[in-house]
């Protein structure tokens, strides 16, 4: 079987790998994620109480609070931020909270988005390996 | 597909400057970060503003608190006069409550961090309320999401929907990338919400524009919305209401109302003359069905009443102090309200902030109950007219919530039991 290729944008380019967690829904850092965990903790979102620590998270765009950045800035420092977040949207919310991880940490993690066609098509629980151009590789 | 870099990006002279470190290390970090995330924005230059309101200051761990001393270490100084959200813990109050010297001294280092860099200790949510205050068609960089809904839509004022981090560093620079809703062209109505059959009895309820506010912020999605129909002229304090509900339950950084916020005197307008991308009828039954969704308790039990997300007004202690007066709180009912500095003294002159008090009220400054961890555990079950309060606090703060009227937060603190009048809603 050939390897299903995704090319999306690079947004903040970077390496990383791990099962995919999927949803539709936006979401919001702030009171959406534990970063003393990775959980994720918004009671409205269908993915309360998954943990995505490691993950792939594929969100369309963050929601809500303006604090979603420092809430993953945090979660970069304790070693419990997905390993790269793929969206629909040249999100600046994630986008920075990657680049001051860079700055304060040197750890960044991709963030790349899809057109939402291909945003479609991913699925909770397949293996992707992301490359700093902005393929996603289904493993 | 185009990339962010494949974007012509052109930096002036000055800018070129603070990246090249000539105005010092601190405009250069600021600098540094401000161009990649102009990459990320396909920003083609960037542009001056004259305000900013500072997000950051929220203390959520060691990386906020590293992140600002790094700034403050490196001598950071605010280009514009710039205000400060909210932070951490009530510096004065908050041996009073579950706040852990730890946290205590952590928070109140990263707000120390950011005095020190010349913004306005302001310390909160509301700065539209103070002497802060921009105009309408000033360019701002606002952080802090019912900030930024308000500055934008009710003012007029223009600001991007800015991110914790990002702030402080248009700030230290004056700068911030052109694009999004700095710009005139992208402030355009994309959806229209049309409001079907709503009496103006319901629209004159206080707890109208928050209930609307939670349901519009669902379904704009990305969309700027354009909400038609409304036929009462709102108190400042409601669309307040109204814009950080639906910056909690949606990303909604403009909206426009026709006949009340200014970029939209009609229809046409709001729309820039265009079509809207979308319609979308908004019933009586959808209403319900939002005010339903703010309620996470089932009984009646109450532990406490919180009010003041975003913080109290003025004109909401001169609200509240005709309904408590006179009246006393349940002693096992605690019943906060969470304001600034300035609108304390402002109420305390006023004449208004004695009855409250003397009610069984507790007023915390500077936080909130849901940025300072300050609630004992036993603390389960919540009561609230703020939809911001009532859509966070289930998920940070673990406990239970029910929505309602200012008058019925006040009989249910005096009840020691939720009590609501539904008449209104039930028979609209």
């Not at chain 2, 710039?82 to 908050?94: A, I, K, P, R, Y």
């Not at chain 2, 089932?298 to 509240?320: K, N, Q």
Request: proline share 6%; net charge negative.
């Amino acid at each position: 079987m050939a390897e299903r290729l995704i090319a999306g944008r690079v947004v903040v380019a970077g390496r990383a790998e791990g099962e995919a967690l999927v949803t539709s829904e936006p979401l919001s850092f702030w009171g959406g994620y534990d970063f003393h965990t990775g959980e994720i903790i918004d009671r409205h979102h269908p993915l309360a109480g998954v943990r995505a620590a490691g993950r792939v998270l594929a969100v369309p765009f963050s929601k809500g609070s303006s604090t979603t950045t420092a809430v993953l800035l945090e979660a970069v420092r304790a070693g419990t931020a997905p390993a790269a977040i793929l969206t629909t949207d040249a999100d600046s919310f994630f986008a920075l909270a990657s680049i001051v991880a860079d700055v304060m940490y040197s750890k960044s993690f991709p963030v790349i988005a899809l057109q939402p066609a291909d945003f479609a098509t991913l699925r909770t629980g397949e293996r992707l390996s992301i490359t700093p151009d902005g393929i996603i590789h289904g493993l | 597909m185009t990339t962010a870099t494949d974007n012509q990006f052109v930096l002036s002279d000055r800018d070129r400057e603070m990246l090249d470190g000539r105005h010092g290390p601190a405009p250069q970090l600021a600098m540094s970060i401000l161009v990649r995330m102009a990459g990320v924005y396909g920003a083609r230059e960037l542009m001056d503003i004259s305000q900013a309101h500072i997000d950051s200051t929220i203390y959520l761990g060691d990386a906020t608190l590293e992140f600002a001393e790094r700034l403050a270490s490196l001598g950071a100084r605010v280009a514009v006069p710039t205000s400060l959200n909210v932070s951490g813990v009530d510096e004065c109050g908050w041996k009073d409550w579950a706040v852990s010297p730890e946290w205590a001294a952590k928070a109140a280092r990263q707000m120390l961090a950011y005095e020190r860099m010349g913004a306005v200790p302001t310390w909160t949510c509301a700065p539209y309320q103070t002497h802060m205050r921009p105009a309408r068609g000033q360019q701002i960089a606002w952080g802090e999401s019912n900030a930024i809904a308000f500055a934008n839509s009710v003012i007029g004022a223009r600001t991007e929907r800015y991110p914790d981090l990002l702030d402080i560093c248009c700030a230290i620079t004056g700068r911030v990338p052109a694009v999004g809703l700095h710009l005139q062209e992208n402030r355009a109505g994309q959806q229209l919400l049309r409001l079907r059959d709503i009496p103006p009895s319901l629209q004159r309820d206080d707890q109208f524009f928050a209930v609307l506010g939670h349901l519009v912020g669902k379904l704009a999605e990305e969309l700027i919305p354009v909400i038609d129909g409304i036929v009462v002229a709102p108190p400042e304090d409601h669309l307040k209401a109204f814009a950080a509900a639906a910056a909690s339950s949606g990303r909604v950084a403009l909206f426009h109302m026709v006949g009340v916020t200014p970029e939209a005197p009609t229809l046409d307008a709001a729309f820039h003359g265009r079509q809207p991308a979308q319609t979308i009828d908004i019933t009586v039954a959808d209403l319900r069905a939002a005010r339903r969704e703010l309620t996470t308790a089932d009984g009646r039990e109450l532990d406490m009443v919180i009010l003041g997300s975003p913080h109290f007004s003025l004109a909401e202690f001169r609200t509240l102090a005709p309904l408590v007066e006179g009246r006393r709180a349940h002693p096992r009912v605690k019943f906060l309200v969470t304001s600034s500095r300035l609108m304390k003294e402002d109420a305390d002159r006023a004449g208004v902030l004695a009855p409250i008090v003397a009610f069984g009220a507790q007023i915390t400054l500077d936080t909130c109950i849901l940025a300072s961890p300050m609630l004992p555990p036993e603390i389960r079950t919540l009561m609230t007219n703020s939809a911001k309060y009532a859509y966070y606090a289930p998920s940070l703060l673990n406990t239970r919530v029910t929505f309602g009227s200012l008058a019925d937060c006040v009989d249910s603190a005096i009840a020691g039991r939720v009590v609501r009048d539904e008449s209104l809603w039930q028979s609209a």
